[in-house]
């Protein structure tokens, strides 16, 4: 089997994985995620496939979309091999997908990732920012029942991983929580130019949104 179809096999199994998913996790995200991986290669020397094949299978483990992250690591593995993935690659990819989560930096677990894992981090980060990042928070905040704002609640500037997991909050804080912090973590220099631009659309919208919270226009009329 080429890597090419290898590539394909992996998608189809996503697709059986998280087809249905309905929290902004789903192919469209992970179809916008390995097309970034794409781009961010092109600058990068880094392994193609073990690039690509991480960014598909990123969040089929990922504890806040499975109750149970072992089993779904164990069905991965099982899946690579039956597709004839070398046991170098299948370690490599692993090692991507169980290290590269914002979770992972909380509680100091961040872990050093390779060229590969730094582009798949940076792809998936990408993703949760920018005019899509904005998107993709509200729609993951309905899914959870999440408040939209409360201007009596304040950001958790240290949460634990515990907090990020399980403590309710609002969409809004969430970006001061979390999603204006990746552009700064970004890894690879592209990454960072892209992440640039896309933390300025955050930071303008949440602008926007404050000052129309309370129903009033720009002038207080």
């Given at each position: 089997m080429t890597p090419a179809q290898q590539i394909n096999q992996i998608k189809q199994f996503v697709?059986?994985?998280?087809?249905q998913d309905k929290s902004g996790h789903g192919m469209?995200?992970?179809v916008r995620v390995t097309n970034m991986i794409e781009q961010l290669c092109q600058h990068e020397s880094a392994d193609h496939f073990i690039s690509l094949a991480a960014g598909w299978l990123?969040?089929?483990?990922d504890d806040k979309l499975t109750t149970q992250p072992l089993e779904q690591q164990a069905k991965v593995k099982t899946f690579l091999q039956e597709i004839d993935v070398t046991e170098f690659q299948i370690n490599a990819i692993m090692e991507i997908i169980t290290n590269m989560s914002f979770a992972k930096s909380l509680d100091g677990q961040q872990h050093?990732?390779?060229?590969?894992?730094q582009i798949v981090q940076d792809a998936d980060r990408l993703d949760a920012i920018g005019a899509l990042g904005i998107a993709r928070a509200f729609y993951y905040g309905g899914h959870k029942g999440e408040e939209m704002y409360d201007p009596q609640k304040s950001p958790r500037l240290n949460m634990t991983k515990e907090q990020y997991r399980?403590?309710?909050?609002?969409?809004?804080?969430h970006?001061?929580?979390?999603?204006?912090?990746?552009?700064p973590q970004l890894n690879t220099a592209t990454a960072k130019r892209i992440g640039a631009q896309r933390q300025q659309v955050m930071k303008s919208f949440l602008a926007q949104f404050k000052q129309e919270w309370n129903g009033t226009s720009e002038n207080g009329q």
């Amino acid at each position: 089997m080429t890597p090419a179809q290898q590539i394909n096999q992996i998608k189809q199994f996503v697709i059986t994985q998280e087809g249905q998913d309905k929290s902004g996790h789903g192919m469209d995200h992970l179809v916008r995620v390995t097309n970034m991986i794409e781009q961010l290669c092109q600058h990068e020397s880094a392994d193609h496939f073990i690039s690509l094949a991480a960014g598909w299978l990123h969040d089929v483990i990922d504890d806040k979309l499975t109750t149970q992250p072992l089993e779904q690591q164990a069905k991965v593995k099982t899946f690579l091999q039956e597709i004839d993935v070398t046991e170098f690659q299948i370690n490599a990819i692993m090692e991507i997908i169980t290290n590269m989560s914002f979770a992972k930096s909380l509680d100091g677990q961040q872990h050093g990732l390779s060229i590969e894992g730094q582009i798949v981090q940076d792809a998936d980060r990408l993703d949760a920012i920018g005019a899509l990042g904005i998107a993709r928070a509200f729609y993951y905040g309905g899914h959870k029942g999440e408040e939209m704002y409360d201007p009596q609640k304040s950001p958790r500037l240290n949460m634990t991983k515990e907090q990020y997991r399980h403590e309710p909050g609002t969409v809004i804080n969430h970006f001061y929580e979390k999603l204006l912090l990746l552009a700064p973590q970004l890894n690879t220099a592209t990454a960072k130019r892209i992440g640039a631009q896309r933390q300025q659309v955050m930071k303008s919208f949440l602008a926007q949104f404050k000052q129309e919270w309370n129903g009033t226009s720009e002038n207080g009329q």
